[in-house]
C-alpha cells in the first residue's frame, strides 16, 4: 500500500470540498466543461458513488443503521472502491481525474459525527494526495441558505439529525454544518488546500479555478502542442 | 465486571464502563471447526445456564449482504474488501457484542479481527494501517486459535465438508496457483504464517485442531469454564493489549464521551 502522498502518475488529479452550497459542484461541472473541450481526456468521479457499496448505503441510510463509526467505514468502502477503481486506473492512463468531494470530506463530516480525528486520517491512508484541492469557502449562513431554500426537507444524515443535538431538522443542520466548517478551516493549513471564496460571483471563481488548474497542465498542453 | 479495554481508540459514543459478559473468539483457518465448535460450546453454555450471543463475520444487519453480493462478482479490490469487512465488524461490536455484553452474555465469536488482519496482509495490505483499521476493537476475554499444521489438511478438511475450494478462501484473486487446489494451498500456507505470528502479539491460546473433535471440545470446555465462571488469575498477562505498549496499536483511549446507551443500540 503506497501511503498519501508518495504516488506518482502522469495524470492530474483535481478535488472540490467545501460545504453543502458552497457552489462547487457548479464550480466542478464548469471546469469539466472546459477542460473537454480544450480536449483533454478528462475523467469524472464523485462521492459516493460506488455501484459495489451504493444499495447497503441506501439501505442503511433509509432504514438508519449507522452509527459515526458504521458511516465512516462505509464511506471510506465506497472511497476505496472509487480509487482502485476510477482514480487510479485514469491516473495511470495520464488523464485528468476530477473528484466531487474526497477525503477531506469524510475527514470533517466524521469528525463533526465525533470519530477520532487521527483514527480517520489513517483510514484514508491508501488515498492519492490530489494535484490540487480546492476549497470553496462560504460563511455558515450563506451556505445554509442555500441549502434550505433550495430543497423541500433535509435528509437524516444530511442533517445531522443522527447526533441527537435537536429535533429540528434545521437547526441540527446548522450544528452540523458549522462543526464541519470548523474541521474544513483546520485542514487548510494541514494538506494545504487551496481556499476559494465562494461568496464571489460565480464567473471570478470559475476563472480562478481555471487559471490555477491550467498552471498544472502546462507541460501537457505543450507536449501536446 | 471487567473494564473495557479496546486496541486502540473505542468507537465513538461507545460509553467505556466495566460489563458482566464474556468475549470469547475462536480464531483459525478456513476449514479447523470453528463453527463445530461454537455450536457445540453454544449448546453447553445454554446448557450450564448461560446466555449466548454467537456472531461471525459478514452477519451483520448492516453490511452482510453487501459484501456477500459483492463477492459474487470477483471485482472486489483489495482495500474495499477490508474496508467492507471492518464496517460489518464495526456494526456488530455496536449493535450486538457490546449490547450482549453488557446485559451479562457469553459473546462467542466465529473470527475476529485477527482473521481479517491475516487476510489483508495476505494480501499485501500495510499490517499497520489494518491494524489501526480495527482499533476500534475491544479486546477479548479469550482468543482460542484453533490450530493445524499444515494447509494440506485444511485441504482435505474442506473436502470432506462438502462445499469444495470457494473462490475467496482459496485465494483466487491473487492468482497464487493453476487451479482452485494449489491456490487454496498457496494461500492457506501464508495464513497459517500470519496466524503464527499473531499468536503473542494478541495472546492467542493455541488449541491442536488436528485431533478429533471430542478432544478439542473437551479442551475448549475446560478453558471456556474457567473464563466464565471466573475461576482463572486475571489474563492481563496473556493479552498483549493490555499493556499500553503494543506494538503497533495506540494506547486504549479511556472516557470517551457517550452519545447513546446500550439499550438504543440494540436493534428488535
Given at each position: 500500500?503506497?501511503?498519501?502522498?508518495?504516488?506518482?502518475?502522469?495524470?492530474?488529479?483535481?478535488?472540490?470540498?467545501?460545504?453543502?452550497?458552497?457552489?462547487?459542484?457548479?464550480?466542478?461541472?464548469?471546469?469539466?466543461?472546459?477542460?473537454?473541450?480544450?480536449?483533454?481526456?478528462?475523467?469524472?468521479?464523485?462521492?459516493?458513488?460506488?455501484?459495489?457499496?451504493?444499495?447497503?448505503?441506501?439501505?442503511?441510510?433509509?432504514?438508519?443503521?449507522?452509527?459515526?463509526?458504521?458511516?465512516?467505514?462505509?464511506?471510506?468502502?465506497?472511497?476505496?472502491?472509487?480509487?482502485?477503481?476510477?482514480?487510479?486506473?485514469?491516473?495511470?492512463?495520464?488523464?485528468?481525474?476530477?473528484?466531487?468531494?474526497?477525503?477531506?470530506?469524510?475527514?470533517?463530516?466524521?469528525?463533526?459525527?465525533?470519530?477520532?480525528?487521527?483514527?480517520?486520517?489513517?483510514?484514508?491512508?491508501?488515498?492519492?494526495?490530489?494535484?490540487?484541492?480546492?476549497?470553496?469557502?462560504?460563511?455558515?449562513?450563506?451556505?445554509?441558505?442555500?441549502?434550505?431554500?433550495?430543497?423541500?426537507?433535509?435528509?437524516?444524515?444530511?442533517?445531522?439529525?443522527?447526533?441527537?443535538?435537536?429535533?429540528?431538522?434545521?437547526?441540527?443542520?446548522?450544528?452540523?454544518?458549522?462543526?464541519?466548517?470548523?474541521?474544513?478551516?483546520?485542514?487548510?493549513?494541514?494538506?494545504?488546500?487551496?481556499?476559494?471564496?465562494?461568496?464571489?460571483?460565480?464567473?471570478?471563481?470559475?476563472?480562478?479555478?481555471?487559471?490555477?488548474?491550467?498552471?498544472?497542465?502546462?507541460?501537457?498542453?505543450?507536449?501536446?502542442? | 465486571?471487567?473494564?473495557?479495554?479496546?486496541?486502540?481508540?473505542?468507537?465513538?459514543?461507545?460509553?467505556?464502563?466495566?460489563?458482566?459478559?464474556?468475549?470469547?473468539?475462536?480464531?483459525g483457518t478456513d476449514g479447523v471447526g470453528r463453527s463445530t465448535h461454537i455450536t457445540l460450546?453454544?449448546?453447553?453454555?445454554?446448557?450450564?445456564?448461560?446466555?449466548?450471543?454467537?456472531?461471525?463475520?459478514?452477519?451483520?444487519?448492516?453490511?452482510?449482504?453487501?459484501?456477500?453480493?459483492?463477492?459474487?462478482?470477483?471485482?472486489?479490490?483489495?482495500?474495499?474488501?477490508?474496508?467492507?469487512?471492518?464496517?460489518?465488524?464495526?456494526?456488530?461490536?455496536?449493535?450486538?457484542?457490546?449490547?450482549?455484553?453488557?446485559?451479562?452474555?457469553?459473546?462467542?465469536?466465529?473470527?475476529?479481527?485477527?482473521?481479517?488482519?491475516?487476510?489483508?496482509?495476505?494480501?499485501?495490505?500495510?499490517?499497520?494501517?489494518?491494524?489501526?483499521?480495527?482499533?476500534?476493537?475491544?479486546?477479548?476475554?479469550?482468543?482460542?486459535?484453533l490450530r493445524i499444521n499444515s494447509a494440506e489438511e485444511l485441504g482435505t478438511r474442506v473436502l470432506s465438508s462438502g462445499g469444495g475450494f470457494d473462490?475467496?478462501e482459496s485465494?483466487?484473486?491473487?492468482?497464487?496457483?493453476?487451479d482452485f487446489y494449489d491456490s487454496f494451498i498457496?494461500y492457506q500456507?501464508?495464513?497459517l504464517?500470519?496466524?503464527?505470528?499473531?499468536?503473542?502479539?494478541?495472546?492467542?491460546?493455541?488449541?491442536d485442531a488436528s485431533r478429533p473433535v471430542r478432544r478439542v471440545s473437551?479442551?475448549?470446555?475446560?478453558?471456556?469454564?474457567?473464563?466464565?465462571?471466573?475461576?482463572?488469575?486475571?489474563?492481563?498477562?496473556?493479552?498483549?493489549?493490555?499493556?499500553?505498549?503494543?506494538?503497533?496499536?495506540?494506547?486504549?483511549?479511556?472516557?470517551?464521551?457517550?452519545?447513546?446507551?446500550?439499550?438504543?443500540?440494540?436493534?428488535?
Amino acid at each position: 500500500m503506497i501511503p498519501y502522498g508518495q504516488h506518482r502518475f502522469p495524470g492530474k488529479l483535481f478535488v472540490v470540498e467545501g460545504t453543502d452550497g458552497s457552489g462547487k459542484s457548479t464550480q466542478l461541472m464548469l471546469l469539466y466543461q472546459y477542460l473537454k473541450a480544450e480536449g483533454y481526456p478528462v475523467f469524472f468521479s464523485e462521492w459516493n458513488s460506488s455501484l459495489l457499496v451504493k444499495d447497503t448505503t441506501r439501505r442503511a441510510k433509509k432504514r438508519r443503521l449507522f452509527t459515526p463509526s458504521t458511516f465512516s467505514l462505509l464511506h471510506a468502502t465506497d472511497f476505496a472502491d472509487r480509487t482502485e477503481r476510477d482514480i487510479i486506473p485514469p491516473l495511470k492512463a495520464g488523464a485528468i481525474v476530477l473528484a466531487d468531494r474526497y477525503i477531506y470530506t469524510a475527514f470533517a463530516r466524521d469528525v463533526a459525527r465525533g470519530c477520532d480525528r487521527e483514527w480517520v486520517r489513517h483510514i484514508y491512508r491508501f488515498a492519492i494526495k490530489p494535484t490540487v484541492a480546492f476549497f470553496f469557502r462560504a460563511p455558515l449562513d450563506v451556505a445554509i441558505d442555500r441549502i434550505v431554500s433550495g430543497r423541500p426537507e433535509l435528509k437524516y444524515y444530511e442533517a445531522g439529525l443522527d447526533m441527537d443535538w435537536t429535533d429540528d431538522a434545521e437547526e441540527s443542520f446548522t450544528i452540523f454544518q458549522g462543526k464541519i466548517l470548523e474541521e474544513y478551516d483546520r485542514m487548510v493549513d494541514e494538506f494545504g488546500l487551496t481556499m476559494i471564496d465562494a461568496t464571489r460571483s460565480i464567473e471570478m471563481q470559475q476563472r480562478e479555478m481555471r487559471r490555477i488548474v491550467m498552471s498544472h497542465l502546462k507541460e501537457k498542453a505543450a507536449s501536446a502542442g | 465486571m471487567k473494564e473495557m479495554r479496546f486496541y486502540g481508540t473505542a468507537l465513538p459514543g461507545v460509553e467505556i464502563e466495566p460489563y458482566p459478559g464474556k468475549l470469547i473468539v475462536i480464531e483459525g483457518t478456513d476449514g479447523v471447526g470453528r463453527s463445530t465448535h461454537i455450536t457445540l460450546l453454544r449448546q453447553w453454555l445454554e446448557s450450564r445456564g448461560h446466555a449466548v450471543l454467537d456472531t461471525g463475520m459478514t452477519r451483520s444487519f448492516l453490511a452482510g449482504r453487501g459484501i456477500k453480493e459483492a463477492k459474487q462478482g470477483h471485482t472486489l479490490g483489495r482495500l474495499t474488501m477490508q474496508l467492507f469487512y471492518a464496517t460489518d465488524f464495526a456494526d456488530r461490536l455496536e449493535n450486538e457484542m457490546l449490547p450482549a455484553l453488557r446485559a451479562g452474555f457469553v459473546v462467542l465469536t466465529d473470527r475476529y479481527i485477527y482473521s481479517a488482519i491475516a487476510r489483508a496482509v495476505v494480501r499485501g495490505v500495510d499490517p499497520q494501517w489494518i491494524r489501526s483499521l480495527y482499533g476500534i476493537a475491544l479486546v477479548p476475554d479469550a482468543i482460542f486459535y484453533l490450530r493445524i499444521n499444515s494447509a494440506e489438511e485444511l485441504g482435505t478438511r474442506v473436502l470432506s465438508s462438502g462445499g469444495g475450494f470457494d473462490f475467496w478462501e482459496s485465494g483466487m484473486d491473487l492468482h497464487l496457483g493453476e487451479d482452485f487446489y494449489d491456490s487454496f494451498i498457496a494461500y492457506q500456507k501464508r495464513l497459517l504464517l500470519e496466524f503464527d505470528r499473531m499468536m503473542s502479539e494478541y495472546g492467542f491460546r493455541v488449541i491442536d485442531a488436528s485431533r478429533p473433535v471430542r478432544r478439542v471440545s473437551a479442551d475448549l470446555r475446560r478453558a471456556v469454564l474457567r473464563i466464565v465462571d471466573g475461576k482463572s488469575a486475571p489474563r492481563e498477562s496473556n493479552t498483549a493489549s493490555a499493556t499500553p505498549s503494543v506494538v503497533a496499536f495506540e494506547t486504549p483511549e479511556r472516557g470517551g464521551s457517550s452519545a447513546s446507551s446500550a439499550e438504543e443500540n440494540v436493534r428488535h
